[in-house]
């Protein structure tokens, strides 16, 4: 039974994750098109049926998985065919360590909503970040193609400056909640300040929060920091790429969006926590409460979780949509010199602050 | 010329970047919802007069043509039906693209003179720039039909001899151009 | 020897000379129609009007003799002013049908008009119509209507061909250039008239409609039609895919100023005989396998070739191989064959000549009987013995191999005798009975698509230059005795520039300029 | 139209005094055009021919010529041929009407011949000479002035009369 | 001024025609004279004294003309006698030759005598029948008569006249386009130079004279060189023959002393206008000289310098006068008709220019014209001008430019209404 509750965490969160990217590319679509006054993506039709082009998920998979395969004739096969596949695996295992519930008590069981509840949660998703950028730099190299190759180039500078500015910048959290655990940061963030306000990481860490943000989107290689893609330049390190090759990397593309609104909902945004909901129900600063069965409890928490999430993923979209791309230098020096230091400096703030607070 | 660009100096709260991020995202927004008010009330019949969007549907709407566009072309005939063409290669010299190519032939009538006894346009090749209708002495050439879409699976398909030009050789009536029209 | 100013400019010239004349050799172009430096003066365009000082009135340039200080101007507003008056006169029943007429392009009344006319027409009347486009000869049509009365071509009828097919009737705007009725146009220099129009009142009928002038482009030759070597230009289909001229690739033949040979001029057999270097070309080597010539690559062919010359000459020595040469060969051709045959081989029976040609017609102007345009240079070499001699012991079995090139040997007495040659070797450009009834046929080039040069009656060593590739699978000649001679075990140059500059001392460009000739006493002896 | 042209033998010696009166034969081309339209009434392309041939020259000279000079005919003309004057003076003197008096009298236009062949007449811008009788005409080269209307009916009169007596 | 009767002695007198009565009164005498008593160079000499101008049209002096030929040459020499008068107006050679032919022979044989030539022709146009029969006749007789032949008056001296027909064409009465027809060609002008006293007719030299000029020489001889200059005025020698036609009461050839005032010509011996009405405008010279306006005419002089001070001619002698009633852009239209009828079709500008401009003219006849025509018709006037071989394109233009210009009103009248101004004015007047 132990293991049946871990293999439904496993699919439930997996399915999820896929789900949510899967329907993330339609969104991309529409969204923009309602934005920017257009209908969008609704040709694809199944007996005449539209549905607001939410066929077009499925025209889409079937169009990756039937097209030709190509390798370049000059190109590394090996590691070609590898390179997407290293992307999509660490960006897919990263969310092993992310709780979508609290841990709860049902039928004598002791479930945990998390796939695998690490007490250096945290550090485990940024190596597995890390570990991702691999996948480009090889696709853009085993193309033997010079604008992939500088695709690939420019997607590891990219992520690893913006990778420091996350790391110093979560550390804020971290001194806040005194844990690396990102169960132990979800509890931590229902607990409450002053008696009324949820003590969640935005409100403690504001400009972390920002940051956060800013570099897990730069994470993502999308507008605004597509430079490594930059389709009007270079293409990318997938310009060879066709077929569900690139399919996997322009999925890793869409589940690295779902990871860093995860992570953003995890570490500021109370993650599962729905305000004054605890394990027997609501019970509210002001008096009053209301007693609900602990599967509804979970069912809100989860509830509320993946909302956030999904509002996270719109706003993402929005900025995707909205901002345009940065220049190389720009974003270099976005990267190194703004953002590097106010994550510095919001880490001597935060232990300033908690140094008087816990006097 | 040179041209002298101003630059705009950007003030303090611009150059903080997150306010003007902040403001941009807003308008896109405002434009979402907006919109997507607009289309949910069409969903259930309302707001007819208004649309979520300025684009057109492409094959079921479409544009109207503006007058002066240059689409597919055509060769025009003379009162009797033979085309106009006297094959002066006047079109042909000029096509930047060298999509035109005739072969003139010696017409009965003297005052006519010569003729096209072949008349292909690889459209293929063509870039609608339009100069064959600007240097054609006899009008015998334009590219008013109105029809944009021309395709076939060959490239040879794509080579349209004289028959098929001279196929739309009347002048399109005005309130057709925005009328379906294919190849 | 007066000298006179001419725009500024001064300038001594020969006495006699006219004022167009002497504009000309300091580079200006005064605009003329009637003046052709080859015909008598007519003075009737008036488009060459000057403004002398001391003369009252604008004079013609044409035929004002020019004198010791004269001064003349050919660009003040007078001049200008009655030029563009000229033009629009011209112009008044001019039809403006450039875009058929096949003189656009290199029409005076175009160019003269985009110079000096360029203004709004007065002229509201309808346009006189005269007959339109008619033929008045085997080679040329006339139209009246773009006729401007310049009367070259009446004079040149007159003059030159004196033959009298063209006249001016009726007078005054009415009159007309015609043919007279019962006559037609087909004197032997009857295409020149076509040259000297100005405009686009006579034209060509070979080429008429196959190709705007503006696609053609040129390269200086040397006609093949007879032994005159009068200068040509060839004019090809340059920039346009050759299947929208008809396939044709050598689209005209202009002849090309040369004081001492041809003048301005070119007889029709040479201006229209052009056809060979396009139709019925031999395109690929060809090999006799059992009983039928089949298609064959160049080296087997050429391989054959050499191992039955190797085999005939280790058998029989200098006297089992039989070449026959021929005048229509370039001097480098000539030379190679003469290296690899008589010096290199030391065969015996080398020929030259064919002793059963028909000689062509001939007169006083242009035409020569003789229709290779290397007879002279076959003579210099140092060839000699005719075909005859060759043939016969070929066909008493004396000689194995007989190479043949160019000649059509297949008729009458030269026929019987080929047919009991044991192995014939045919190296020619076109199919011909020989060609067909050889064992290996290997495909030579036309002067179209070579370099080299001829020798003329008159001994003048004339450049031709290649204009085109060769045609298919076609090698040039010095090429193919090369490459025969490489499989013969010996080594010979292969371009005629190589083989030129061995010969005369000096690169083919610089031979007397554009290729033009070498007077005889000044040409260097081979 | 004839077959052949040539000059009657009284013509022939006529040509050959002509002729003794040049220092080339070419100068003799116009005195013999005229022997050859005073013989033929017309001069055709065989005459063109026999022309050429007699002064050695090519004949497209003689067409040259022919069409050259307006009293040269190719074509046929009437038995009598009338010229009417309309350069200025006669034309100010009311050439005009001689012209209508004729078209209406003999029914052709200028340039035709009347359907009997008898007569022909032509309008000629140039000057006939005879200013003094403006308007006038010239009837088989003699010329008729002062016209006016009633005179130029009397004349075609005087001249039918004339034939009919000579018969 | 008096008509003066020294060509036009035997005008209208039947018997003049023939040789014997013609002996009888003075025939030939002052050729005899010449022959018997003069050198050549002396008659030349006499003549250039007499300021004899040649009056075919273009007034060069005559004896200078004769001294260009050549004297030392072993070729032959040709007399050409111009007798080609073709020139709308222009009567008065008919005159001579009709009825004083001997007396032209006799001015051939002195100018022959003076020139040393053997062999003249002379060139009549082929229009003139009746003339060309007297003047056959004249020649007959005197070839009959010992005149001129192998033994010219009996003297040691060969002299040949041959009657040359012309054939209908106006530019035959150009020198070079008469030696051209002479030779059996089409009458089209010759270069120049080499001027016709040194390469003519068949290559030779030849003095080409007109009619009435080789007519005056008789009388010269006789009377002597300041006889002859003192009838008229200032370089001007002598009298010369008036065709006077057109609207006037009394149309005719007059002799009269060169200086006489046109209104005398006109009003004295042309018996005035026709019926009474005004003068208008004159030709003065034949169609191809400028049009003189009344007042212009009222003022001339007849002789060569006073009208080239008009800017016009004095050309052949032919004075047509134009009354009130004629319309000068239908005259004008007449004129234009006329020069491009007879152009010869050799030089650009006035094959195509005399066309055109008959073509507007006829255009603006027929009520098709745009003021834009008439600043067309002056330019072209302008472009025609003094551009081509010989005079004839330069003679369609003067009456043209003068046409346009002296009587704009009537051309933008005829253009604005369609309608002829002066019409109009008649068809008021008889409405009134």
């Known amino acids: ?359 | ?183 | 020897m007066p000298t006179l100013t001419i725009d500024g400019q001064e300038v001594t010239v020969d006495a006699g000379t006219t004022v167009i004349q002497a504009a000309e050799q300091i580079g200006i172009n005064i605009p003329r129609y009637c003046y052709h430096p080859g015909l008598s003066l007519a003075g009737r365009c008036r488009m060459c009007l000057v403004e002398i000082e001391t003369f009252p009135n604008l004079q013609i340039a044409c035929y004002t003799r020019a004198q010791d200080e004269m001064v003349v101007s050919t660009t003040s507003e007078r001049v200008l002013s009655a030029r563009q008056s000229m033009l629009e006169f011209l112009l008044s029943n001019h039809p403006l049908d450039c875009p058929v007429c096949d003189q656009s392009g290199e029409c005076d009344l175009q160019n003269f008009y985009m110079d000096h006319g360029q203004y709004q027409s007065r002229f509201l009347e309808n346009k006189v119509k005269k007959k339109k486009a008619f033929p008045i000869g085997p080679h040329v049509i006339l139209d009246q209507e773009r006729c401007i009365l310049c009367t070259r071509c009446v004079r040149f009828t007159e003059e030159v061909s004196k033959s009298n097919e063209l006249g001016v009737f009726n007078r005054g705007s009415r009159s007309v250039i015609d043919l007279y009725p019962t006559k037609s146009l087909d004197n032997p220099y009857s295409g020149n008239v076509i040259d000297i129009c100005p405009v686009g009142a006579l034209t060509e009928r070979e080429f008429r409609f196959k190709c705007r002038v503006w696609y053609l482009a040129s390269q200086e030759s040397i006609c093949t039609g007879c032994s005159r070597g009068c200068n040509i230009s060839l004019d090809y289909n340059g920039s346009r895919r050759a299947y929208k001229a008809g396939g044709r690739r050598v689209m005209r033949i202009k002849p090309r100023y040369n004081p001492d040979i041809n003048k301005w001029w070119i007889c029709d057999e040479g201006r229209f005989g052009y056809g060979f270097i396009d139709t019925d070309r031999i395109e690929t080597p060809m090999q006799r396998t059992t009983s039928d010539l089949e298609p064959s690559d160049w080296d087997p062919a050429l391989a054959r070739v050499a191992e039955t010359v190797k085999a005939a000459y280790s058998e029989k020595g200098a006297n089992g191989v039989g070449v026959i040469v021929s005048p229509q060969l370039s001097n480098e051709e000539l030379l190679a064959c003469r290296e690899l045959f008589v010096e290199k081989m030391k065969l015996t029976n080398v020929a030259a000549l064919n002793p059963w040609e028909e000689p062509g017609e001939a007169d006083d102007f242009l035409r020569n009987a003789d229709r290779n345009p290397n007879t002279k240079g076959v003579e210099d070499l140092g060839y000699s013995g005719d075909a005859k001699a060759v043939l016969e012991k070929a066909a008493e079995g004396e000689i194995e191999v007989l190479i043949i090139f160019r000649h059509n040997l297949a008729d009458g007495e030269a026929g019987k005798l080929l047919e009991k040659a044991k192995f014939v070797v045919y190296v020619g450009t076109n199919w011909n009975a020989t060609a067909e009834r050889a064992h290996v046929v290997l495909p030579g080039a036309t002067h179209a698509e070579k370099d080299g040069t001829f020798t003329n009656f008159e001994g003048r060593v004339q450049r031709f230059k290649q204009a085109l590739l060769p045609i298919g699978d076609s090698r040039n000649d010095s090429q193919i005795i090369s490459e025969m001679a490489a499989k013969l075990g010996y080594s010979l140059p292969a371009s005629a520039d190589e083989i030129f500059e061995a010969w005369k001392g000096i690169s083919l460009d610089e031979l007397s300029g554009s290729g033009s000739s070498v007077d005889p006493d000044t040409a260097v002896q081979a | ?167 | ?432």
């Open chain 5, 1 to 432: 001024m008096p008509i003066v009767k020294n060509i036009s002695e035997f005008f209208g007198n039947e018997n003049a025609r023939s040789l014997k009565w013609r002996l009888e009164h003075g025939g030939y005498e002052s050729a005899r004279k010449a022959l018997r008593e003069m050198k050549p160079d002396e008659v030349t000499e006499t003549v250039i004294n007499s300021n004899l101008r040649g009056l075919g049209g273009a007034g060069f002096p005559t004896g200078r003309k004769w001294s260009f030929v050549p004297k030392g040459t072993d070729k032959p020499k040709y007399l050409a006698v111009n007798c080609d008068e073709a020139e709308p107006g222009t009567f008065k050679d008919k005159y001579i030759v009709e009825w004083d032919p001997h007396r032209l022979l006799e001015g051939i044989i002195i100018c022959s005598y003076a020139v040393g030539i053997h062999t003249a022709y002379i060139y009549i146009r082929g229009e003139y029948v009746r003339p060309f029969e007297r003047l056959e006749q004249a020649v007959k007789e005197a070839y009959a008569g010992g005149i001129i032949g192998e033994k010219v008056l009996g003297e040691d001296y060969k002299l040949d006249v041959f009657i040359h027909r012309g054939a209908g064409a106006y530019i035959c009465g150009e020198e070079t386009g008469l030696l051209e027809s002479l030779e059996g060609k089409k009458g089209w002008p010759r270069l120049k130079p080499p001027f016709p006293a040194l390469v003519g007719a068949f290559g030779c030299p030849t003095v080409i004279n007109n009619v009435e000029t080789l007519s005056h020489l008789p009388g010269i001889i006789k009377n002597g060189a300041q006889w002859f200059s003192d009838l008229g005025c200032e370089r001007n020698g002598g009298s010369r023959l008036f065709a006077l036609s057109g609207c006037v009461n009394k149309p005719g050839v007059y002799e009269l002393p060169m200086g006489t005032p046109m209104k005398e010509l006109i009003y004295e011996h042309g018996g005035g206008i026709l019926e009474g009405r005004k003068l208008k405008a004159v030709v003065p010279g034949g169609t191809s000289s400028a049009v003189l306006t009344a007042e212009e005419a009222e003022m001339a002089t007849l002789d060569f310098d006073c009208l080239a001070k008009l800017k016009s001619m004095a050309g052949s002698g032919a004075v047509i006068v134009l009354d009130e009633d004629v319309c000068m852009v239908k005259a004008l239209h007449n004129i234009e008709h006329f020069f491009s009828h007879e152009s010869c079709g050799q030089c650009t500008p006035c094959r195509e220019g005399t066309a055109w401009v008959f073509r507007i003219l006829t255009r603006i006849v027929e009520g098709g014209g745009t003021m834009a025509d008439i600043a067309t018709l002056k330019n072209l006037g302008q472009n025609m001008g003094g551009t081509s071989i010989c005079a004839l394109c330069e003679g369609a233009a003067m009456p043209l430019r003068s046409f346009v210009s002296k009587f704009e009103d009537e051309f933008e009248y005829y253009v604005k209404h369609k309608r002829s101004l002066v019409e109009d004015r008649k068809r008021n007047a008889v409405a009134v």
């Open chain 2, 1 to 183: 010329m040179a041209i002298k660009v101003e630059e705009k100096q950007l003030t303090l709260l611009e150059r903080l970047y997150v306010l003007e991020v902040v403001r941009g995202i807003a308008l896109t927004t405002g434009h979402f919802f907006r919109n997507m008010a607009v289309h949910i009330a069409r969903l259930f019949g309302l707001a007819k007069d208004k649309k979520g969007s300025t684009t057109f549907q492409y094959p079921e709407e479409r544009r109207p043509l503006a007058p002066r566009l240059r689409t597919l072309h055509r060769l025009t005939r003379r009162e009797d039906g033979a085309p106009r063409c006297v094959a002066c290669m006047m079109c042909e010299t000029v096509c930047p693209a060298h999509c035109i190519s005739i072969v003139a032939g010696e017409h009965p009538n003297p005052l006519i003179e010569k003729y096209p006894t072949r008349f292909d346009i690889d459209l293929g090749l063509c870039v609608f720039c339009g100069y064959c209708v600007e240097a054609c002495p006899e009008d015998a050439i334009r590219m008013d039909t109105g029809v944009l879409e021309f395709t076939s699976f060959s490239r040879e398909g794509m080579v349209y001899d004289l028959n098929k030009l001279l196929a739309r050789s009347e002048t399109p009536k005005p309130n057709e151009e925005s009328k379906v029209k294919t190849a």
């Open chain 4, 1 to 167: 139209m004839s077959a052949s042209f040539e000059f009657t033998p009284e013509n022939k010696k006529r040509f050959e005094e002509i002729l003794r009166r040049y220092p080339t034969k070419r100068a003799a081309m116009l005195p013999s055009l005229h022997l050859t339209q005073e013989q033929e009434g017309y001069i055709s392309p065989e005459a063109e021919q026999y022309i050429a041939d007699l002064l050695e020259v090519p004949v497209v000279d003689v067409r040259e010529v022919v069409s050259f000079y307006t009293m040269f005919t190719r074509n046929p003309l009437g038995k009598h041929h009338i010229r009417v004057c309309e350069s200025l003076s006669c034309w100010v003197r009311g050439s005009d009407e001689v012209k209508e008096t004729l078209e209406k009298e003999l029914g052709v236009e200028s340039g035709g011949i009347t359907e009997d062949g008898e007569y022909s007449w032509e309008v000629i811008p140039d000057c006939l000479g005879a200013c003094e009788l403006a308007p006038m005409l010239q009837l088989d080269g003699y010329f008729e002035g002062n016209l006016t209307r009633e005179k130029v009916v009397e004349l075609l009169k005087k001249q039918a009369a004339s034939k009919t007596s000579g018969k």
């Open chain 1, 1 to 359: 039974m132990e293991y049946a509750i871990d293999v439904g965490k496993v699919l439930f969160w997996f399915s999820s994750i896929m789900g949510l990217a899967s329907i993330l590319t339609w969104m991309e679509r529409k969204q923009s098109a309602v934005m920017q006054d257009r209908i969008g993506a609704n040709r694809a039709d199944i007996f005449g049926f539209r549905i607001l082009g939410l066929f077009h998920i499925i025209a889409d998979s079937i169009k990756m998985f039937t097209k030709q395969d190509f390798v370049p004739a000059q190109g590394n096969r090996i590691l070609h065919t590898v390179a997407p596949m290293i992307a999509l695996f660490f960006a897919l295992v990263g969310f092993a360590a992310v709780p979508f519930g609290g841990t709860y008590e049902i039928a004598g069981y002791t479930v945990s909503l998390q796939v695998l509840d690490l007490n250096v949660g945290l550090l485990f998703v940024f190596a597995m970040m890390s570990m991702g950028i691999y996948g480009f730099v090889l696709g853009g190299w085993a193309s033997a193609n010079n604008y992939a190759l500088l695709g690939g180039l420019r997607a590891s500078g990219q992520m690893i400056s913006y990778e420091i500015t996350m790391g110093a910048t979560v550390i804020g959290t971290i001194m806040v909640y005194g844990t690396l655990s990102l169960q132990q940061m979800n509890i931590a963030q229902g607990e409450l300040l002053f008696g009324w306000i949820p003590a969640w990481g935005i409100l403690l860490q504001p400009l972390g929060c920002i940051l956060f943000v800013t570099a897990a989107l730069a994470e993502t290689k999308r507008v605004p920091f597509d430079v490594p893609e930059g389709e009007s330049e270079i293409i990318g390190y997938f310009v060879e790429y066709s077929g569900m090759r690139f399919g996997m990397f322009f999925l890793t593309d869409f589940i690295e969006t779902v990871l860093a609104a995860v992570l953003t909902t995890t570490l500021f945004f109370g993650g599962w926590q729905v305000p004054y909901l605890y394990a027997g129900g609501f019970e509210f600063p002001w008096g009053g409460s209301f007693e609900l069965p602990v599967v509804a409890v979970m069912l809100l928490q989860v509830g509320a979780f993946m909302a956030k999430v999904f509002t996270l993923c719109f706003i993402f979209l929005l900025i995707r949509w909205t901002l345009p791309r940065f220049r190389w230098d720009q974003l270099m020096r976005l990267g190194w010199t703004i953002m590097l230091p106010l994550s510095i400096l919001n880490i001597v703030v935060t232990g300033v602050v908690l140094l008087i607070v816990g006097n």
